[in-house]
């Protein structure tokens, strides 16, 4: 075995990281492209350490996993997979910042973008745990990524417990192998400013290959300790990525995060 995939093995199977059965192909990424920018291999495993920190984000939170999947198999009834799913949303930070205002989140987005028949939700965490609250049809179609094993198995769990039949999650670094299922929209939620640091000018990259008509990219409008409006830094993020592009954008402003929609489709 060569000394990379000995170091992958290694990384994989390391107190921090062995429960969340990552893809090796994320680490290879990391190493390829980290080895570009050190000599030595101590500093380039050092630097793929920190990207890898930074892209799973494990101290955004978690539920636990086997015991959520033990509840699920128990609910009996609809208000109980609710208030599952509440608990599941307020367990990570994107989604809990979410709460309070979910139901006028997703009817702000659809006011503007048409109600989507088709969705790919990238990077996903635990929003699909709001799909009951997006007043969508059950039959749509919702496809959920991250690289994040248990957190793809818990989605496909409730999933099938509350009934959408055309939704799935999978495990897949949307870097390395972007979605090439077409859909009416995508959703690329509180992630392209990390996806940016893991790899600068990959959200060009990621969003030009996206077959999708309408592109929801949301970024933070504050930093975690809310001390600090991080408002221009990501609307230059977003200019920066659709630097020579025709394709029109619109800003919906909520108290945490601003959603960029762009319209890919009408470019
Ligand atoms: C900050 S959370 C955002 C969650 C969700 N989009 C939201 O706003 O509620 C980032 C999620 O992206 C996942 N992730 C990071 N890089 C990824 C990649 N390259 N491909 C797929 N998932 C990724 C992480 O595992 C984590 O669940």
């Known amino acids: 075995m060569s000394s990379n995939e000995e170091f992958i093995q290694k990384v994989l199977r390391s107190r921090k990281y062995r429960d969340l059965h990552l893809p090796a192909e994320t680490i290879r990424d990391l190493i390829e492209q ?16 920190q990207k890898l920190h930074q892209l799973t984000a494990l101290y955004l939170g978690d539920p636990d996993y086997d015991k959520a999947l033990e ?22 930070t994107s989604t809990r910042e979410r709460l309070p205002y979910l139901t006028d989140f997703y009817n702000a987005l659809f006011q503007r973008i048409g109600t ?3 969705i790919l939700d990238l990077a996903c965490g ?12 059950q039959n749509i179609t919702y ?3 991250d690289i994040h094993q248990p957190r793809v198995n818990l989605l496909n769990a409730f999933f099938r417990r509350a009934g959408f039949e055309a939704a799935r999650a999978e495990q897949r670094d949307i870097l390395v192998s972007p979605p090439t299922q077409k859909a009416d929209t995508a959703f690329f939620f509180k992630e392209a400013h990390r996806m940016d640091q893991r790899r600068k000018g990959s959200n060009r990259i ?12 949301s970024l933070p409008k504050r930093d975690i ?6 408002s221009e830094r990501m609307r230059h993020l977003v200019q920066d990525a659709l630097q020579g592009r ?6 919906i402003i909520f108290e945490d995060e601003i959603v960029f929609c762009i319209r890919k489709g009408a470019g």
Not at 246 to 251: A, D, G, L, N, Q
Request: hydrophobic residues 40%.
């Open 116 to 118: 989507p028949q088709s």
């Open 225 to 230: 300790g809310k001390t600090h409006d991080l």
């Open 206 to 217: 990621l969003w030009d290959a996206l077959p999708v008509t309408t592109l929801l990219v």
């Open 34 to 49: 980290e080895s570009q920018r050190f000599r030595d291999e101590k500093s380039m495993q050092e630097s793929v350490r």
């Open 126 to 137: 635990l929003n699909p745990f709001a799909l009951p609250k997006m007043g969508l049809d």
């Open 71 to 92: 509840e699920l198999e128990l609910m009996q009834d609809e208000r109980e997979l609710q208030d599952f799913a509440n608990r599941m949303l307020s367990a990570h």
């Open 246 to 251: 025709t394709w029109p954008v619109e800003e």
């Open 143 to 145: 496809l959920a990524y």
